[in-house]
């Protein structure tokens, strides 16, 4: 995993397809498995965060990836 800041209030995390599944996992647990342990603010925006990833997730279709999109594996510097 790579993480950078690229705003104050902004980080770009650079995952391994394994690495985002199974953080989502665990996202996914916590959003719906596990309502008594988790604040259901907390809930809401997990659940918000997940409609995020999925919506982008069906968005991976459209485009599908090249070598220059990975940092340090082509055209930007890693």
Do not use: F, N, W
Not at 2 to 15: F, G, K, N, S, W
Not at 18 to 38: C, K, N
Not at 51 to 64: G, I
């Amino acid at each position: 995993m790579r993480l950078e800041r690229v705003q104050p209030t902004v980080i770009r995390a650079t995952m391994h397809v394994r690495e985002i599944a199974a953080l989502m996992a665990a996202v996914r647990h916590l959003a719906d498995g596990t309502p008594q342990e988790v604040p259901e603010e907390a809930r809401r925006q997990l659940r918000s965060l997940l409609e995020s990833y999925d919506e982008q997730v069906r968005h991976l279709a459209d485009r599908p990836a090249s070598v220059t999109d990975v940092p340090g594996q082509g055209g930007e510097p890693a």
